[in-house]
């Protein structure tokens, strides 16, 4: 039997309720938990009083809410098949026709179309906000965090140029005038051998290149070095790229992620954390359809058999000993035991092949 549509819409509508009514609950409650936060951060500088605290909180509470957004829709969608089957309206559905499949199925793509919703036009604003809250922390603190003051100690960039590897070192860098002085920058193949080095006293940065200015050429062939005025190199770095925020993950959305990665790659930094915010990312909406399944792995039991709440209690379970695997896995990538792309999507995968093999041996026997 085909289900009707308005049977679908009625799931859908009931999983919506669930989904957004516990996001409501949370967003409150994340806003006073942060608020109290924020004004912790606050007591203590200057110049910053209850209206810039409570400005952090709602630039950060979006942000906040959408990290939830697997465990809002596991609660959501296990408190709509547990009302439905507390009603005997799921017993009504099987009773007609229905399959299981059937039932989940209007949920199940809820869950998928709304994660991509969420991936394209939600996270991007409210990666915005959280970075615009890192900004305005920082101004009032007066701290910069751009990528050369990130390398200062030494500055080190480096860049691939088709089938060489640059490699630029500086002593210090003169943030009013652009300048880096005690310039030296070595010119390798992608295999690491030696081509030629350049070492000048200081470089202008200008866009898209270093300038060079009264530098030495020296190489494996010459037997005396050579003095150059001014030699242009040619960098992948804007000059704003270098002065622009060095961004936390969390505050990148999924269409800034692979410039950025491609960026701080080139400059020497470690993006293990980015690429892991990116697949996290990308994978959301197989991850809000994993969170469905376990719902009504742990919620379609017929009430009359008792037992109801137990399993109630072992899907929220099921919930974070997820979050935890996710967080081991997390560390698995950190530590570079496991490919990225492995780390991120394993979670999830599991979950859905977990919770399909339980429905299938409930539905089928």
Known sequence: MTAPWTVYRYIAVYTLLGVFGLLIFLTGLILLIDMIESLREVESIEGAGFGFALKLTFLRAPKLALTLTPFIFLFGSMWAFYELNR?????????AGMSVWE????????????????????????????????????????????????LQGGIWLRQRDGDTALIL????????????????????????????????EFALIGDKQFILQN???????????????????????????????????ETLSVWALPDFIELATDAGLPVVEYR???????????????????AATFSMRPVRGGGTLPLILSGIAAGFVLFIVAQLSNATAEAHVAPVWLAA???????????????????DG
């Open 169 to 200: 070192h500086a002593e210090d860098y003169n943030e009013d005038n652009n300048v880096l002085t005690d310039v030296t920058l070595w010119k390798n193949t992608l295999t690491g051998v030696f081509l030629e080095r350049w070492d000048a």
């Open 345 to 363: 999507w394993a979670p999830a995968v599991l979950a859905v092949l977990l919770s399909l093999t339980l429905l299938l041996h409930t539905e």
């Open 87 to 95: 009603r005997s309206e799921i017993a009504v559905m099987r009773s």
């Open 103 to 150: 039932i989940i199925s209007p949920a199940a793509l809820l869950s998928f179309f709304i994660g991509i919703l969420v991936l394209t036009f939600a996270d991007p604003l409210a990666s915005r906000m959280s970075a615009q809250a890192e900004i305005e922390k920082n101004q009032i603190r007066g701290k910069s965090a751009n990528l050369l003051k990130v």
């Open 276 to 294: 892991l915010r990116y697949h996290d990312l990308i994978s959301l909406p197989f991850k809000l359809f994993a969170m469905v399944l376990i």
């Open 215 to 249: 530098a030495t050429l020296s190489t494996l062939d010459s037997t005396d070095s050579e003095i150059i005025e001014s030699q242009v190199v040619p960098s992948v770095f804007n000059l704003s790229d270098l002065r622009d925020e060095v961004a936390k993950p």
